[in-house]
């Protein structure tokens, strides 16, 4: 058997894997540009924890780049970043797919949040 690298898909994985990183880079990517408070209205049931925490590690892997502006009251701002829009493919993609099978898998249930 020939052997297989598995680096590259656990590289990946390591950056998108969770319950909420492909859902915050699905946000940004449709709406370019969000704050704080906007992605945790989009997100729903998010812990203010959880996705601080999530947007910090996107902010390492450099797949997001957070913004901040020198005003009061503060101002945040979260986008992808040139590394972050490289995935995009991907998610067009799983879209693509979940748009054809969505209406013959009588277990999906909406609230995913």
């Not at 894997?17 to 049931?45: A, D, N, P």
């Not at 959880?50 to 780049?65: C, F, G, T, Y």
């Not at 957070?66 to 799983?94: C, D, H, N």
Request: glycine share 4%; with cysteine; charged share 25%.
């Amino acid at each position: 058997m020939e052997p297989v690298n598995v680096e590259p898909f656990a590289y990946a994985m390591s950056l998108i894997g969770g319950k909420w990183k492909m859902h915050i880079l699905f946000w940004l990517w449709k709406k370019e540009v969000l704050r704080y408070s906007e992605l945790k209205r989009v997100l729903g049931k998010i812990t203010h924890k959880m996705l601080s925490s999530q947007l910090k590690e996107l902010e390492e892997s450099e797949l997001i780049v957070r913004k901040e502006y020198a005003q009061v009251p503060p101002k945040v701002e979260y986008f992808l970043s040139p590394k972050g829009l490289t995935i995009m493919p991907v998610l067009e993609s799983l879209c693509s797919w979940g748009k054809e099978h969505i209406a013959n898998d009588e277990r999906y249930i909406h609230d995913f949040h």
